[in-house]
């Protein structure tokens, strides 16, 4: 894997993130591209990661083993006419990040290329704490789904989708996640320091609290529910708080966000 090419196609915040990780993870960057249309943010990423840029999509397609499509879904067929000529040459894994864009559309634009991944990565990709959802339907004889894993585990945990209809339900969940948790985090900061603890000490609780929460749930094979309950027996202090929660229907306000979330990503 340190040894492939992998070229970005666009520089966007989900792209920046994945090279982060991966730099992070002791890939070479002289075996990154990154492409866009902002040549000062290209500069500006050539000097911070020491990546190779290019506004030239084509000339950075040539380069590559892995071409990952970190752009908005309206831009992907231009793109595609763009580095057509190289992917048939050079034949590299296709990893689109563009959510919106099925496998089909794909295979119709990049015909008869067949080596395409739909990936879901999120931002925590940054700090080697991410999650990605991957699917193809090929039977991964040329171990495309393996190496697209491979790549997608230095810089966190991977899971496979059976179908590409979940896409929609892995974008409002973990794709937007971290901003749910960051803003859960948020409130809880601000209702302990309306409580009386200073800014700093309010931050450093809350953050360290949800990061050691998140190692256990992570380490832990326990239901969530069960982890819950064993930090909050009856009649204690964290029972009052989560009945408090669950009056003021915290499991409607979840569902009803990531449906509304869903009905905007499908309008």
């Known amino acids: 894997m340190q040894n492939k090419n992998?070229?970005?196609?666009?520089?966007?915040?989900?792209?920046?993130?994945?090279?982060?990780?991966?730099?992070?993870?002791?890939?070479?960057?002289k075996n990154i591209w990154a492409t866009g249309i902002n040549t000062n943010k290209l500069s500006q990423?050539?000097?911070?990661?020491?990546?190779n840029t290019t506004s030239d999509n084509a000339a950075a397609a040539k380069q590559a083993d892995i071409i990952i499509l970190a752009v908005a879904p309206q831009l992907v067929k231009?793109?595609?006419?763009?580095i057509h000529d190289h992917i048939q040459t050079k034949d590299p894994i296709i990893i689109s990040l563009a959510a919106g864009i099925n496998y089909k559309e794909l295979q119709n634009l990049f015909m008869p290329h067949s080596k395409i991944?739909?990936?879901?990565?999120?931002?925590?990709?940054?700090?080697?704490a991410g999650v990605t959802a991957l699917f193809?339907?090929?039977?991964?004889?040329?171990?495309?789904?393996?190496?697209?894993?491979?790549?997608?585990q230095l810089v966190g945990q991977t899971v496979q989708l059976a179908s590409e209809k979940l896409f929609n339900i892995v974008t409002v969940l973990s794709g937007c996640g971290p901003a749910y948790f960051y803003l859960m985090m948020e409130a809880l900061q601000e209702a302990a320091m309306d409580m009386g603890l200073d800014t700093e000490t309010a931050?450093?609780?809350?953050?360290?609290?949800?990061?050691?929460?998140a190692k256990m749930a992570t380490i832990n094979q326990k239901p969530l529910s069960k982890l819950r309950q064993d930090v909050s027996?009856?009649?204690?202090?964290?029972?009052?708080?989560?009945?408090?929660?669950?009056?003021?229907?915290i499991e409607k306000i979840f569902a009803e966000a990531l449906s509304a979330a869903k009905q905007k990503l499908s309008s």
């Open 6 to 29: 992998i070229t970005f196609i666009g520089s966007g915040h989900i792209a920046q993130s994945l090279i982060v990780g991966l730099i992070n993870s002791n890939f070479a960057p």
């Open 45 to 51: 990423l050539a000097a911070t990661y020491k990546i």
């Open 78 to 82: 231009t793109i595609a006419s763009e």
């Open 117 to 128: 991944i739909l990936a879901m990565p999120n931002t925590p990709t940054a700090v080697n």
């Open 136 to 152: 193809t339907p090929s039977n991964n004889e040329d171990n495309t789904l393996t190496i697209a894993t491979k790549l997608f």
């Open 203 to 213: 931050r450093t609780l809350t953050v360290q609290t949800a990061m050691g929460a």
């Open 233 to 249: 027996p009856p009649g204690g202090v964290t029972e009052q708080a989560i009945l408090s929660l669950k009056q003021n229907n």
